[in-house]
């Protein structure tokens, strides 16, 4: 034993020296040059944004951050994202709120309880709900989910309604937030499906089968090896899928009746969010409108880099407890 | 070697099937689209020898106004069909788009639901070479107010009750005021149901034109806003999105062209203007209105100025024009001839007449004839 281990040290230097022959050396070139490519994009997308956004805010004759009003048009030119920050942010908490249990549940059933026959088609089908495009997401819901969401909302109106944000107080069908969160629920669904599957399914087997052997039942084998282990892999794919609620745009504009008032009522027809409202008004906009939405637009991606960064901070945060160094 | 011939063979029966189902398909789509030009299905060969070329060829690119889109393919097809090698390329990604595109030297000509803003002709003279954008009204349309409401079919209205309803001042179909001016109308005592578009549109600014003209008390909003400038109501996405909203809730009442209420079969209002009877949302009325208008462009320019408030019998109000935007002077040599006879034939009385087929209104002859005698002079 001792003996051969000083050869194949030898061995991996002379490996890593020879990491100066062409072929390595194209090889590392093209991977250190698509990871700066990626920087460069990023970098010059943000200055783009940062400088389009100065030419339009610098014009704004009102507060940007809170005015709810958008008519940049106007004279003096007149916008705000106050309304669209607060639609973008609370109808993908709806979502969030809806499909991160939903989907742990699915991913659940399809690694630890589903027969094999029905766990692979049910996978399928998951991740063919993850191809459907947008627009047909919002086409689906602005001409059938909506008019079946109508009861749903007189009932939570009826019952719930004590608690304000359930209060319908005008009237309408239901195009509101919450039904876009809804719609952003099931659009999210597939991918953090499919992350906290895979993160599920690496679970260690070991330590599953010591819970088993202590004779914990399936639910606690669960909740002792399975989950815990994959509690970063949940955190990584919410972020995931909020990332996509929030930049979410035919869906939203197809469904949403949007109007800038803020509202708390979120059976209100109503509210809107940033990539709504640049599909909504980028087409008739004159240069300086583009400008403004423009501003919007980097306001979101300040946002959804916030996000990123505290998914990050949450997931390094929980490393150590996680089963991944295990 | 059987196997293989078998497979030819039904492959080039499929073929056959394939070419003979798209060639009834697409003659079953001609003879929709040409019902009022067709009367006799030769009419159209013959006519297309009326188109001149005059030395058209290539591409020709333009952009703009999605209202007059369905206009533009008609002319295109028919161009296209008379001029052997020229492409016209449309699209219709709004007005705002088309003259941005227009002023950074993209396109040969843009399609606009407003004539241009004094600081766009200012930009479009770094294109025009010694000239400037002008505009040239070709495309006239009337907006409908569409509704559904069981068990009335005639629904007249007028200016300021149109704008009290989109401004949410009225909110039940019994209000007095509706009844008022539908006498014998069971109108039910549910709550109207207001939609408008929620993207910007030069439909949306021309409905604001209208109601600040015609019921200034009532509308108080900026008439040139592009986005909806009131606080209530609901709103959906596109002309096709406020018609699906009406269309599919009861009680409800939007506006969008005249096109969407034919397609969704949305009945739409009368419009009473003081007339002796109420208008209804058709192209011959509208062009009434249209002819209404006074020429407020100079020189090459027809910009118009609508008469909102025009009394004239049988004259549709709720119009909207949309123009094509070229230099007068200045214009790529390149595309000079195909621009030029592209829109020769468009604004010819033929070009014209196509229109009712698509919902739209032909300009009226005074207007149509200022604008032919420009085209020419294009250069």
């Not at chain 2, 010694?130 to 505009?135: A, I, L, R, S």
């Not at chain 2, 062009?287 to 020429?295: E, P, R, Y």
């Amino acid at each position: 034993m001792v003996t051969t281990t000083p050869p194949a040290i030898k061995n991996r230097s002379r490996r890593a020296k020879s990491a100066a022959r062409p072929g390595d050396r194209i090889f590392s070139g093209l991977s250190k040059g698509s990871g700066i490519t990626l920087l460069v994009i990023m970098a010059a997308i943000a200055a783009f944004l940062t400088y389009r956004t100065v030419l339009a805010v610098s014009k704004d004759s009102t507060n940007f951050f809170t005015t709810f009003e958008w008519n940049p048009a106007g004279d003096p030119p007149v916008f705000g994202i106050a309304v669209l920050a607060f639609g973008t942010v609370v109808s993908s908490v709806i979502a969030m709120a809806i499909a991160v249990p939903v989907a742990i549940g699915i991913a659940l059933f399809i690694s630890h309880y589903a027969p094999r026959k029905l766990a692979k088609p049910l996978a399928y089908v998951v991740d063919l709900l993850a191809a459907v495009p947008s627009i047909i997401y919002g086409l689906w819901g602005a001409i059938f989910l909506v008019p079946y969401l109508d009861g749903l909302n007189q009932w939570l109106d009826q019952y719930l309604g004590w608690t304000y944000i359930f209060d319908k107080s005008a009237d309408g069908v239901a195009r509101n937030l919450f039904t876009v969160g809804i719609l952003l629920a099931i659009m999210i669904l597939p991918i953090i499906t499919n992350v906290t599957r895979e993160v599920f399914l690496q679970a260690p087997k070991m330590h599953e089968e010591a819970a088993l052997a202590l004779g914990a039942t399936r639910w606690e084998v669960v909740r002792m090896a399975v989950l815990p282990f994959g509690r970063s892999g949940i955190i990584s794919a919410s972020m995931l899928g909020l990332g996509r609620a929030l930049g979410e745009t035919m869906a939203v504009a197809v469904v949403l009746s949007p109007s800038f008032v803020l509202s708390g009522h979120l059976l209100d027809p109503g509210g809107g969010t940033f990539a709504q409202n640049i599909a909504a008004k980028f087409n008739e906009a004159n240069e300086f409108g583009r400008d403004a939405l423009i501003a919007s637009g980097l306001v979101l991606f300040v946002i959804t880099l916030l996000v990123n960064g505290a998914a990050r901070w949450i997931i390094a945060r929980r490393k150590e407890y996680s089963g991944a160094n295990a | 070697m059987k196997l293989s011939r078998n497979n030819g063979l039904r492959a080039s029966a499929i073929g056959a099937l394939v070419v003979s189902g798209a060639l009834v398909l697409s003659a079953c789509g001609s003879d929709d689209n040409n019902e009022p030009t067709k009367s006799g299905g030769k009419q159209t060969s013959a006519a297309a020898s009326n188109i001149k070329c005059d030395g058209a060829k290539g591409q020709l690119l333009a952009a703009g106004s999605s209202a007059q889109e369905n206009a533009m393919d008609l002319w295109v097809k028919n161009f296209q069909a008379a001029c052997e090698g020229v492409e016209v390329n449309y699209q219709g990604i709004g007005s705002g788009g088309g003259i941005t595109k227009f002023n950074q030297g993209q396109v040969a000509f843009a399609g606009s639901d407003s004539a241009l803003k004094d600081e766009e002709v200012a930009e479009s003279k770094k294109i025009c070479k010694g000239g400037t954008g002008v505009n040239l009204p070709m495309v006239g349309g009337p907006i409908a107010i569409g509704y559904k409401l069981e068990g009335v079919d005639n629904l007249v209205l007028d200016a300021s009750t149109i704008a009290k309803i989109f401004d949410t001042k009225i909110t039940k179909w019994n209000d007095p005021a509706i009844t008022k001016l539908n006498p014998g109308a069971k109108l039910p005592d549910s709550t109207i149901q207001a939609f408008h578009r929620s993207d910007e549109s030069g439909t949306t600014q021309n409905l604001g034109k209208y109601l600040s003209t015609a019921a200034a008390a009532d509308w108080k909003y900026d008439p040139k806003t592009k986005s909806w400038p009131a606080p209530g109501g609901q709103a959906a996405n596109g002309s096709s999105g406020v018609a699906q909203a009406v269309k599919g809730a009861e009680g409800s009442i939007g506006y969008f062209e005249l096109s969407h209420a034919t397609a969704n079969k949305i009945s739409t209002v009368s419009v009473n203007t003081g007339a002796s009877a109420p208008v209804a949302a058709t192209s011959e009325n509208a062009s009434k209105a249209i002819a209404a208008a006074k020429v407020k462009g100079t020189g090459n320019d027809v910009a118009l100025s609508l008469d909102y408030a025009t009394k004239a019998e049988g004259a549709y109000p709720l119009v909207l024009v949309t123009y094509e935007i070229a230099c007068d002077k200045g214009n790529k040599a390149e595309t000079l001839p195909t621009l030029k006879a592209f829109l020769n034939y468009a604004i010819s009385e033929e070009g014209q007449k196509v229109l009712t087929s698509a919902d739209y209104a032909p300009m009226p002859a005074e207007i149509a004839a200022k604008v032919r005698a420009i085209v020419p002079t294009l250069s």
